[in-house]
T-cell receptor
Framework: DAGVIQSPRHEVTEMGQEVTLRCKPISGHNSLFWYRQTMMRGLELLIYFNNNVPIDDSGMPEDRFSAKMPNASFSTLKIQPSEPRDSAVYFC??????????FGPGTRLLVL | DQQVKQNSPSLSVQEGRISILNCDYTNSMFDYFLWYKKYPAEGPTFLISISSIKDKNEDGRFTVFLNKSAKHLSLHIVPSQPGDSAVYFCAASLLYNTDKLIFGTGTRLQVFP
């Protein structure tokens, strides 16, 4: 299996622009997670889905962030408008429900 | 408010010696704990876990110890190898909901020859 696939791997954008991060989970997994990594806060869970349904979005920092999972093999995390403080590494992970989470390689986002 | 804390941002250990990485948590409801390892430009990978019914779990060179009364866990790596150089994240959850992991800020381990 190819593992969790994320795109793009790197994104540089200007403040105010829309950013869309993409994730393809491991085939067969029914849980999908979005995390953000910063030096100050470590790895933070933003939102997770079970069977394509959002279960907990309490980690989403504000309304500028939104996530969708239209089907079992694709999810997006969107930031609109982006701000410099959104600069971080964003990870997607997938698993079977309540099982070990497998992380993708991450998207490094820089907002200027 | 960090519920899971890794107070040492970095640790340097000589090859062959023991590496001890520490983690503290504040939420007494947590009853499942994990360690993940992360190499540069890669995502974290699961290393070892422990539930609160145990105080020790061992897997090869890696052992996790849990002290519930102190709300403290530690990861021991014996013997340390250069390939163990990575960032180690501690995470905690409720046993009935291991989907919702709360991670610490990570400790960078460097093992030198």
């Amino acid at each position: 299996d190819a593992g969790v696939i994320q795109s793009p791997r790197h994104e540089v954008t200007e403040m105010g622009q829309e950013v869309t991060l993409r994730c393809k989970p491991i085939s067969g997994h029914n849980s999908l997670f979005w995390y953000r990594q910063t030096m100050m806060r470590g790895l933070e869970l933003l939102i997770y889905f079970n069977n394509n349904v959002p279960i907990d979005d309490s980690g989403m920092p504000e309304d500028r962030f939104s996530a969708k999972m239209p089907n079992a093999s694709f999810s997006t995390l969107k930031i609109q408008p982006s701000e410099p403080r959104d600069s971080a590494v964003y990870f997607c992970a997938s698993s079977f429900v309540q099982e070990t989470q497998y992380f993708g390689p991450g998207t490094r986002l820089l907002v200027l | 408010d960090q519920q899971v804390k890794q107070n040492s941002p970095s640790l340097s250990v000589q090859e062959g010696r023991i590496s001890i990485l520490n983690c503290d948590y504040t939420n007494s409801m947590f009853d499942y704990f994990l360690w993940y390892k992360k190499y540069p430009a890669e995502g974290p990978t699961f290393l070892i876990s422990i539930s609160s019914i145990k105080d020790k779990n061992e897997d090869g060179r890696f052992t996790v110890f849990l002290n519930k009364s102190a709300k403290h866990l530690s990861l021991h790596i014996v013997p340390s190898q250069p390939g163990d150089s990575a960032v180690y994240f501690c995470a905690a959850s409720l046993l009935y909901n291991t989907d919702k992991l709360i991670f610490g800020t990570g400790t960078r381990l460097q093992v030198f020859p």
